[in-house]
């Protein structure tokens, strides 16, 4: 069976870490015998903004819903194009109308990268966050009024649904129960937000009586975000609404050295429509141009594409490979993000060499 991926590298350090994850994509896919059909688009990029008017072709969904999946770089280029016009007209389209309601975002300290918090070890941070994708906080419900003076009032609305929040939770709680500490925490702010997460809490317990085996705890936002860095051990999988996500889930890298490394899957488990994969970071603009951006984001989520595709060796042996080079600590062959003078290339071609063995 072929799988047909569609190829978007976006914008700034995206166009440079694509290279690398089809690289390793590509070697995984050699040594496993997969099959892999690469359609490589160039919309949903302010380049293709610069030159359209618009972020997407009109005829976007058609082109990419039949696709198994789709890989994704980064997006955004703020000098040029606002970054709501350029978010709201890409991959926030993405995530809604291919119903991505899961966006799993593993954080991992991996072998020779240093945390930043003091005496922490591969081993000690291993968790999951489960992000809601496709409502909450990111709802485009509200208005202004009185534009322009001084009685000016904005409004957006938090949108949940039952059906949207307790699908999330479903997931969720089957990955926690499926791993061996079997814990979920929820994020909350029940105490200030007083109607939405409430009720947030409701669904979690709700949710919980389906999963006896699982061990459930909840902190508000604040206190949770603290306890990452004070306590990342305590997690395992860790489920937040979307804006909560977004949040933790660059904070947890943070936690294990560097956003660089950390990948996302963003998944319609129904399978009605496309998978996205894409590192969790954006496109850098501070260090685009250069060729240092660590490519293992890229990387790690071409992992993640290869084990939704129904090819987990394929996809353990690229973690295999990078997390091997790392724990090498050739300074040669590292980005100066986790503290070596390599290049993206040569990061890239070190774990594509070790993934074709
Ligand atoms: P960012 O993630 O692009 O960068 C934040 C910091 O992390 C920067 O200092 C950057 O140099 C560093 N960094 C990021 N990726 C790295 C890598 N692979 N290796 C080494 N260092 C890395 O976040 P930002 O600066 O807030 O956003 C820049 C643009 O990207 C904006 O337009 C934003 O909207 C967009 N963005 C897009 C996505 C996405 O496409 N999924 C995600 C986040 C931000
Ligand atoms: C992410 C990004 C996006 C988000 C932005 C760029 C809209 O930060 O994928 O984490 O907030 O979801
Ligand atoms: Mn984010």
Request: proline share 6%.
């Amino acid at each position: 069976m072929t799988h047909r991926i569609a190829v978007i590298p976006g914008d700034g350090i995206g166009k440079e870490v694509m290279p690398e994850g089809l690289r390793a994509l590509e070697a995984a896919a050699a040594r496993f015998g997969i099959d892999l059909e690469l359609e490589h688009f160039d919309f949903a990029s302010c380049d293709y903004y610069a030159e359209h008017g618009q972020m997407l072709p009109d005829d976007w969904f058609e082109q990419l819903k039949d696709a198994d999946a789709i890989f994704y770089g980064a997006v955004g280029w703020p000098e040029t194009v606002p970054d709501h016009i350029s978010l709201w007209g890409s991959l926030l389209q993405f995530r809604r109308r291919f119903d991505q309601y899961v966006n799993l975002r593993p954080c991992k300290l991996l072998p020779g990268v240093k945390s930043p918090l003091a005496d922490r070890e591969p081993g000690d941070i291993d968790f999951y966050v489960v992000r809601e994708n496709t409502e909450g906080e990111y709802s485009s419900v509200g208005g202004k009024m009185f534009e322009g003076t001084e009685r000016e009032v904005v409004i957006q609305e938090t949108v949940m649904t039952r059906t949207g929040v307790d699908r999330v939770l479903k997931y969720a709680y089957e990955l926690a129960q499926s791993r061996p500490r079997k814990k979920l925490t929820s994020a909350t702010k029940s105490n200030g937000i007083a109607i939405t997460m409430p009720w947030w809490d409701e669904r979690v317990k709700a949710m919980g009586a389906h999963y006896p085996e699982v061990s459930v705890d909840q902190f508000h936002i604040d206190i949770l975000a603290a306890n990452f860095v004070m306590h990342p051990d305590w997690f395992d999988v860790v489920v937040a609404s979307n804006l909560f996500g977004d949040i933790l889930s660059d904070l947890g890298p943070a936690c294990t050295g560097t956003i660089g490394v950390a990948p996302s899957a963003n998944i319609n488990p129904d399978g009605h429509f496309p998978s996205l994969f894409e590192p969790v970071h954006g496109s850098a603009p501070d260090i685009a141009g250069k060729g240092i951006a660590n490519p293992i984001g890229q990387v790690w989520s071409a992992a993640m594409m290869l084990e939704h595709l129904g090819h987990p060796a394929a996809g353990q042996a690229i973690v295999d490979a990078f997390e091997a080079v790392l724990a090498e600590g050739d300074k040669a062959v590292l980005t100066p993000d986790v503290g070596g003078q390599g290049t993206t290339e040569a990061l890239g071609r070190a774990i594509a060499e070790r993934i074709a063995g």
